[in-house]
């Protein structure tokens, strides 16, 4: 009997396993996240005390979201922020709220917290030059076609149309 319910516990445990991916990301000793994380890290406790308003206060310029929307085919998106930070604690609600509203394909984002000295669990910020956050790096075809660094500098939506028409787009820190 007790060998049966042992085979049928571990039948249940084993066959309920989801086909999610694991994000590996962690919560540090300082309560910020730190590695690889998604917009349900963000709508966890502490972290949604701060996402949820600047999420839903947030007015999207849906004139200049429609034109964006058609330029993001085959835009992936390396994103570094920390939970720490005032400026990834404003802008990554706004970015999420423009993904949303352009039905972007978040397979195609990336998302990578950091601590203090821009170091995320497993170094996924290597190579990626991030001397600010938040740094939102598009990429096209595997190459880097431009970044929006810690703060727009006309608007989010107007700033990410720019990086996307490749017009020339400067971050406020060239």
């Known amino acids: 009997m007790r060998l049966s319910l042992l085979i049928i516990l571990s039948t249940i445990l084993f066959s309920c396993s ?33 996402f949820a308003p600047n999420y839903k206060d ?3 310029d849906l004139q200049i979201t ?14 570094v922020m920390g939970t720490w930070c005032g400026d ?8 999420y709220k423009l993904l949303d509203a352009v039905d972007f394909n978040y397979k195609n984002l990336q998302m990578i917290t ?23 790096i598009f990429y096209k075809n595997g190459k880097e076609i431009n970044r929006f660094v810690e703060y727009p500098v006309e608007t989010l939506e107007k700033d990410f149309l ?13």
């Open 162 to 174: 720019k990086i996307l028409q490749e017009v020339g787009y400067k971050h406020a820190y060239k």
């Open 58 to 60: 947030y007015q999207l």
């Open 18 to 50: 989801t086909s999610k991916k694991s994000l590996n990301t962690a919560i540090n000793e300082k309560g910020n996240l730190v590695g690889i994380a998604d917009k349900t890290s963000f709508q966890q406790t502490p972290f949604n005390d701060w």
């Open 114 to 136: 950091v601590d203090r000295s821009k170091k995320s669990t497993n170094n996924e910020q290597e190579g990626l030059d991030i001397i600010r956050v938040p740094t939102f």
């Open 88 to 95: 990834s604690r404003r802008e990554i609600p706004h970015f």
């Open 66 to 79: 429609n034109q964006i929307k058609p330029l993001l085919k085959g835009v992936k998106i390396k994103a």
